[in-house]
């Protein structure tokens, strides 16, 4: 009979409590009856307790397992589930019996590519976290994310999270942050976050607005974009604002451009947090070109009302004037007159003609004639124009310089009337230069752009701020026998023609720069210049005196 083991426990002599293992086997005599056993004990107490410590250890690894939130997979070294915890068989609707089955992946990724995808992560055991889609027993599909661990006997454990609700929350939080950043850039407002005297946050309508880029502006102060005449307003209505003072909603103020422009930009802003600490919310409008066609809507109103009465004016000096003039003519043709009468008469005569000149003036702004449409060399006029003025004897003292483009576009419109805005603005010009003074004049056709600019420049005192605004306005003058009209009529002239002029300060500051701008008619073939003037440079600096 084989002798066999048991385990049993004792009680010592001293009352402690052990294990021996006990091996018996029956003896027989000659007949085959049992006449008693031999057997071997030993103690095995030690044996006993590291049995019961391992499993109580497996007891409580088994309970942690079971209770952590997350879900934990044991796979042995051919890759297949050897045990699965609580929260992944009630997460994935599977038993530990139907995980350790070995097809259970073909119900967990039903897609071939995707499955062999799955696997040859498992089996790298890469120890990083990666997401999978993973079929649940009742056909849903979730977002999870997984870790495997590698063992040391080639086993690995993964641990896996359900991120199926944290992915909704972040795709609903991606839709809505891309629509918020949508409205953001999209907005026809600059919005700016400001810290510190700093920009931390913009769109892409401050850079258009300010011309700088994104980095640049991050980089300088924001005073700084702002005309030095209104910083201390934006300063101070900035320290109401963190103090909790009342301030206006919204105030105008102007921004420099990178290129040096002037805009008027209407602002509004609060105060909000900003990573913990207070900074500004500003909202900006661009309302330069808003104000240009409010002013020129009111200009217009004006010079509508102007117009009527100069034109009702002019027709009730014309007559008068007229009897005025012929008795004069009438007296001077007298014979024996007196020196002194004549002189008076003479007099009165001329003032007579320069009255009916301005009559003229007025008639051609209270209603200024129809445009006669042609293709018109601008080179061109310019010529013809400069011809004519050259012969002025008070031109003797200055020097003319000029450089035309000789590949210059025609326009499209009246060239006795574009002749008569160029002879206008040379005349102030020439008024205005100093003796030995000079006077450039140049067109071009600027680098991509569909139109024609003419600029004349001076060397004299220049144009004060204060007129820059007026000079378009009619009777403003600041000579002594000007009538004020000629730039009015010039700049009706322009309107005409679709085009503008531009009035600024030289170059360095000297002088007077008027530059006519006009649409350029594509298609029309020009006519070559017979007399083209032609110069060395395009900007030449001026020299002279700055007012």
């Keep these: 009979m084989p002798i066999k083991a048991y385990d049993l426990e004792i009680i010592r002599k001293n009352g402690t409590k052990g294990f021996n293992e006990i091996s018996a086997a029956l003896i027989r005599n000659a007949e085959g009856k049992p006449v008693g056993f031999r057997g071997v004990t030993r103690d095995v107490t030690e044996r006993k307790r590291a049995e019961e410590e391992l499993r109580y250890q497996n007891e409580i690894q088994r309970t942690i397992l079971d209770s952590i939130p997350v879900m934990v997979a044991f796979l042995g070294r051919e890759g297949h589930h050897q045990f699965v915890n609580r929260c992944w068989q009630s997460t994935l609707g599977w038993s530990l019996e139907e995980a350790q089955y070995n097809e259970i992946f073909t119900k967990l990724y039903p897609d071939p590519e995707y499955r062999k995808y799955v696997l040859d992560y498992i089996k790298r055991a890469a120890g990083t976290w990666s997401d999978f889609n993973i079929r649940t027993r009742a056909g849903h599909v979730l977002d999870t994310s997984w870790i495997n661990v590698p063992l040391s006997d080639g086993s690995n454990i993964g641990i896996g999270i359900d991120i199926t609700e944290r992915k ?20 026809n407002d600059a919005i700016l976050i400001v810290q510190d005297g700093l920009l931390r946050l913009t769109n892409s309508k401050a850079l258009s607005m300010t011309g700088y880029t994104l980095e640049e502006l991050l980089n300088i102060p924001v005073i700084d974009l702002v005309h030095p005449d209104d910083r201390t307003l934006v300063m101070e209505r900035h ?15 102007r921004i420099i ?14 105060i909000t947090p900003w990573q913990g600490r207070p900074a500004a919310l500003a909202f900006v409008r661009d309302v330069t070109e808003q104000e240009a066609m409010r002013e020129v809507l009111i200009r217009s109103d004006k010079l509508s009302a102007l117009g009527k009465l100069s034109a009702g004016l002019a027709h009730e000096l014309r007559n008068p004037l007229a009897v005025i003039s012929s008795c004069a003519q009438l007296c001077l043709k007298k014979p024996k007159l007196p020196a002194a009468l004549g002189k008076n008469l003479d007099m009165i005569n001329r003032n007579v003609q320069r009255a009916d000149q301005l009559i003229n003036d007025l008639l051609a702004f209270s209603k200024p004639s129809q445009i006669s449409w042609k293709p018109v060399d601008i080179n061109d006029i310019l010529s013809r124009t400069l011809r004519m003025v050259k012969l002025e004897k008070s031109v003797r003292h200055l020097s003319f310089e000029t450089d035309f483009d000789p590949d210059l576009p025609p326009v499209l419109g009246d060239g006795e009337k574009i002749g008569q805005v160029f002879l206008n603005i040379l005349l102030n010009a020439i008024q205005a230069s100093p003796e030995g003074g000079k006077v450039l004049v140049l067109s071009q056709r600027p680098v991509g752009e569909n139109r024609v600019e003419v600029t004349i420049m001076d060397n004299g005192p220049g144009i004060p701020a204060e007129h820059l605004k007026k000079i378009f306005d ?13 730039l009015s009529i010039s700049n009706s002239i322009m309107e005409q023609h679709n085009g503008r ?32 003037l032609t110069g060395r440079s395009r900007l030449p600096k001026m020299r002279g005196k700055k007012s």
């Design 501 to 532: 002029i531009d009035v600024t300060a030289g170059p360095e500051g000297i002088g007077a720069r008027v530059s006519v701008v006009l649409p350029v008619v594509e298609g029309v073939r020009k006519k070559p210049v017979k007399e083209a």
């Design 257 to 270: 451009h990178k290129n040096g422009d002037i805009r008027l930009v209407e602002a509004n802003a609060v």
């Design 474 to 486: 009619p009777f403003f003058t600041t000579k002594a026998e000007g009538t004020g009209l000629g």
């Design 239 to 253: 320290q109401k604002r963190i103090k909790g003072e009342p301030v206006p909603d919204y105030y105008t103020i």
């Design 168 to 187: 909704r929350v972040e795709d609903a939080l991606r839709k809505v942050e891309e629509q918020y950043r949508s409205i953001f850039e999209n907005a």
